[in-house]
């Protein structure tokens, strides 16, 4: 069974701060793609970046970045010099092939993330 | 930019009742999916939809849970006789297509039966 593990319950930083946050996933599944998404206080799921089993070069995007290993199963998320706007939950998600079609995402219980001034 | 809309976001319900949530999918997708979050919690997986069927459902989405594609925009949840545990965000997902591809979610239902 499909796993996500996002030991980091809730992190605090004051702004300006870099902040990485962990997540670590299990699959027997040799093609695979990761997720994060982004849950401000409004609710609603923001997409931030997918990425395949097959490409495991680091992604930048603005302050974001993504450090894929899979020799320890990790999609870490980097916020370089963080802002208030920020705070939000983070969720990781891995997504599993159905035999029927599409995908179903596999979601960790995310970290909350507090940026403070 | 196209975005998954749900209606309404939020509802209260009385315990027994009938709820349906309505979601509209991005125009050009093909996959539907419903997840569920209760407060606190983390995103779980309901049902997807595909093709006019049902290509796979969790455990949760037993017999009181029923999805339907009335037209060719709209996307339904339904929960038939509501339970206090049903007390939820209910998230809409479509994606253009299946192995892998984003799921683009909408706002969510937040759904509070009493």
């Known amino acids: 069974a499909q796993k996500v593990t996002q030991a980091q319950t809730e992190i605090s930083v004051v702004e300006k701060e870099d902040v990485t946050l962990d997540c670590v996933y299990e699959?027997?599944?040799?093609?695979?793609?990761l997720f994060w998404y982004k849950q401000p206080p409004s609710g609603e799921l923001v997409f931030l970046i997918r990425?395949?089993?097959?490409?495991?070069q680091n992604e930048i995007s603005g302050r974001y970045s993504w450090n894929f290993q899979k020799s320890t199963s990790s999609f870490n998320f980097t916020i370089t010099a963080s802002q208030v706007v920020d705070s939000a939950v983070y969720f990781c998600a891995l997504s599993e092939a159905l035999t029927g079609g599409g995908n179903k995402l596999t979601f960790g219980t995310g970290t909350q993330l507090k940026v403070e001034l | 930019e196209p975005e998954v809309t749900q209606t309404p976001s939020h509802q209260v319900t009385q315990m027994g009742q009938e709820v349906i949530l309505r979601c509209v999918p991005i125009s050009n997708h093909l996959y539907f999916y419903w997840y569920r979050q209760i407060l606190g919690q983390k995103v779980e997986f309901l049902v997807s939809f595909y093709n006019n069927e049902i290509s796979e459902k969790s455990e949760i989405f037993d017999d009181q849970f029923s999805v339907e594609r009335p037209d060719g925009s709209n996307f339904t949840l339904k929960i038939r006789s509501t339970k206090l545990e049903d007390s939820a965000m209910y998230f809409c997902?479509?994606?253009?297509?299946?192995?892998?591809?984003?799921?683009?979610f909408g706002p969510g239902t937040r759904l509070l039966v009493l």
């Open positions: 990425r395949n089993s097959f490409d495991e």
């Open positions: 997902a479509s994606s253009v297509r299946g192995q892998g591809e984003t799921q683009y």
């Open positions: 699959t027997r599944d040799t093609t695979y793609y």
